[in-house]
């Protein structure tokens, strides 16, 4: 472990380091607050390098330099498009002094030596990649770094602070010696681990703060990533399943004969989640699928609608006991003597995921061995599931981590991982489970629903006097086993509401839990993207209550120094928020923070008199901290405001029958191309370390057009997508 001096050194314990012997070869092999052994982590990476050594290949750290002057950097979190391929590199780059443009990327393995310091397992969520790894990866270079500048002091017989390491080489300036730190790699392995390195400060940074270009887009340009569905073995089988169409039902019987008389089938499995076709190919798999005859047991939602699911959140809120997750002062007191009141209700539907690459994963069974090649978020529990499936310990279980398709939360579950490891069990082969659009949008699980009751009392000056918001819904944690069962507060159901950045002296905030039986899961920016949009757009309501400008009121209400006001100023000024627009647009703003960052978009839409909306423009202002890659924070801003757009402009799950009725992008409509707006970025640098940047940019995105729509029209839009308000994207 480690720990932070006054001096501002960081010291690290000898047992928080892992090192490594000479590699093949000669090599420096070091890692940080790593466990002694790893042991099953280095078989694993060995086993995944064709032809490589296995001593020179033992992955229990992140960082490999060997003989031939290459810097590995282990990236220990998934990629998904969000860019850590190359930001974790970076840290570790900018703090070893190496070589940026020769640097080398492996997926770490799973191993309880890669937790993830936030989430406490090893797993990629919550926009923690980057924050949980700014101090850990920087230790790591600069720990290796003074190990290398040590072994040239001693080869050189001169002192350790005469000598530099710069370039990925260490440098003697009065001798004008120099060594690669490939030459240095075999010494620098024998060099007792520094008991303290210093960090740079940030003037100092060459690399961090700068753009750099993506260290995986030459890979995905020109194809040779790997994605899940490129994984390839001998002898692999595709599989399909068959899955009851009704949340919650089960196989009763089936009848294989017609689907084992399909060329190219090989065997039918009953697993858990259904019944398993197990082919030569997808098309034989999916053939023998739509040839089965399955009796199903529907159970006891096959009368389950949205409707109901809907009329269920109101009785709740009517009746039911609420868990209070925020108050200060007297709400209710203050909402009963206000002469001027507020009062509306919100809904926001069950969302899918809508991963562009369908679930898939990988699995063979062999040697006392389970191996999985997965898109997934979470190697913890890809690993223990695989375990618990097959049979075997989880350390005769490998994980290979492959490049996801889109990840938003969804790959973070297990239950895709769960069939391969069953179909593999049953099939005696490899086998690769690949689920069709449908599977992917039918047997998600979803953002839940949620209906939600505000008030506010407006007081004399135009300011809020009170604030109260019931949130009813269905509880992630509670139904995924992860609060007690007589816990009633999900703290994830209230993110974005509870912590309100506004001056409002009576404010009350409740949850009242009221779950259904449709599955759910982290969705991107999780609790946050119903909220901001909620609280934001009732806002603004409030704003034109009072008659307020919706932008002046917010800057009024934020305390003086909070980071709400950088970026809530920065946005509306480039923007040119109070400046004329063209004809029939109109501007909306909001500010939501979520994920350790402050993001404030405003929108420009234009309304037709059809009622078709259209998003001409989004300035996006994003205090982050330290942006480590400018570049790839842009780029996240313009993905995040792009999946929230969708999500506002025309997606929804609706149940009827117990079944969810969408299945394709035809009716689950995500943004088209054509209705992409031009989005401007612009980054607030407050100093601080790292927030995430992976789901901020998602949550001001719906209220920012809903309040732009309601400027538009005097309309507020309380209902999401945009479809429930009566109007339609252009």
């Known amino acids: 472990m480690s720990e932070e001096r006054s001096d501002g050194a960081i010291r690290i314990s000898r047992r928080g380091f892992l090192k490594a012997g000479a590699l093949a070869g000669g090599g420096l092999l070091i890692g940080l607050r790593l466990p002694v052994g790893g042991g099953a982590a280095a078989a694993e990476a060995g086993e995944q390098r064709t032809g490589a050594d296995d001593a020179a290949f033992a992955p229990n750290a992140w960082i490999r330099i060997t003989a031939d002057d290459q810097v590995t950097v282990i990236v220990d979190r998934s990629e998904m498009g969000q860019g850590v391929m190359t930001a974790l590199p970076m840290l570790v780059a900018e703090e070893l002094e190496a070589d940026w443009g020769r640097i080398a990327t492996e997926f770490a393995p799973a191993d309880p030596a890669y ?123 595709t599989a399909q399943v068959a899955r009851c169409p009704v949340l919650g039902g089960q196989v009763r019987s089936f009848d294989a004969r017609q689907a084992q008389r399909v060329p190219g089938v090989r065997q039918i499995a009953e697993i858990d989640s259904g019944v398993a076709v197990i082919a030569e190919g997808f098309w034989p798999a999916q053939k023998g699928r739509e040839a089965l005859a399955v009796e199903w047991d529907y159970g006891e939602h096959a009368e389950l609608s949205s409707a109901g699911i809907a009329e269920r959140f109101r009785e709740a809120a009517e009746g039911g006991e609420a868990a209070t997750a925020h108050s200060e002062g007297d709400a209710e007191a203050a909402l009963g003597q206000a002469e001027r009141r507020v009062e509306a209700e919100y809904e926001v539907p069950f969302l899918a995921h809508a991963c562009m690459e369908p679930m898939n994963c990988t699995a063979r069974i062999q040697d006392g061995l389970c191996e999985v090649w997965a898109p997934t978020q979470n190697q913890a529990a890809t690993q223990r599931v695989a375990a618990e499936v097959s049979g075997l310990p989880e350390a005769q279980v490998r994980v290979y981590t492959t490049f996801l398709g889109g990840g938003f939360g969804r790959r973070s579950h297990t239950d895709f991982v769960a069939e391969a490891v069953a179909c593999a069990k049953a099939a005696g082969a490899p086998v690769q489970v690949v689920w069709t659009r449908e599977d992917t949008t039918r047997h998600d699980h979803y953002r839940p629903a949620t209906y939600n009751r505000l008030s506010a009392a407006i007081g004399e000056d135009g300011g809020i006097r009170a604030w109260r918001h019931h949130i009813v819904g269905p509880s992630i944690m509670s139904q995924n086993g992860m609060i007690p069962a007589d816990q009633r507060l999900d703290s994830s159901s209230v993110e974005g509401a509870a912590e309100i950045p506004y001056r409002v002296p009576h404010t009350r905030v409740a949850y009242t839990m009221a779950n259904t039986p449709v599955p759910l899961w982290w969705w991107r920016s999780v609790g946050n993207s119903q909220n901001g949009f909620i609280r934001e757009a009732f806002l603004d309501e409030v704003a034109a209550a009072a008659g307020e400008d919706p932008y002046e009121l917010r800057r009024r209400l934020i305390p003086e120094g909070d980071r709400h006001h950088g970026v809530l100023e920065r946005a509306a000024s480039e923007a040119g928020w109070g400046q004329p627009l063209p004809a029939g647009r109109a501007r909306g703003i909001a500010v939501v923070y979520s994920f350790g960052s402050y993001c404030a978009e405003v929108a420009e839409v234009s309304v037709t008199a059809g009622r078709e909306v259209r998003v001409h423009r989004v300035d996006v202002a994003i205090d982050c901290g330290t942006a480590v890659n400018p570049e790839i924070v842009a780029e996240q801003m313009e993905s995040g405001v792009a999946y929230g757009l969708s999500a506002a402009l025309g997606e929804a799950i609706t149940v009827e029958r117990g079944r969810i009725e969408q299945g394709n992008f035809d009716d689950y409509t995500t943004l088209r191309i054509h209705q992409m707006p031009q989005v401007r970025v612009h980054i607030v640098d407050s100093g601080e370390d790292p927030g995430g940047i992976g789901e901020p940019g998602t949550p001001p995105i719906a209220p920012a057009l809903a309040n732009a729509v309601r400027a538009a029209t005097g309309e507020p839009v309380r209902r999401l997508p945009l479809a429930r308000a009566g109007l339609q994207p252009a």
Request: charged content about 25%; glycine content about 10%; hydrophobic content about 45%.
């Open 115 to 237: 937790a993830n310091p936030i989430l406490g397992r090893q797993a990629t969520g919550g926009s923690t990649a980057v924050r949980g790894a700014w101090r850990p990866l920087r230790e790591a270079g600069a720990a290796a770094r003074e190990m290398l500048v040590a072994a040239a002091a001693g080869r050189w017989g001169v002192e350790a602070a005469a000598c530099e390491a710069r370039e990925q080489a260490v440098h003697h300036a009065e001798s004008g010696r120099s060594a690669t730190y490939g030459e240095l790699a075999a010494a620098a392995a024998e060099q007792p681990v520094p008991e303290a390195v210093l960090l740079k400060e940030r003037r100092d940074f060459r690399l961090i703060g700068t753009p750099q270009d993506r260290l995986d887009a030459p890979a995905k340009a020109d194809g040779t990533a790997r994605f899940g569905l490129d994984v390839q073995l001998e002898g692999l089988l």
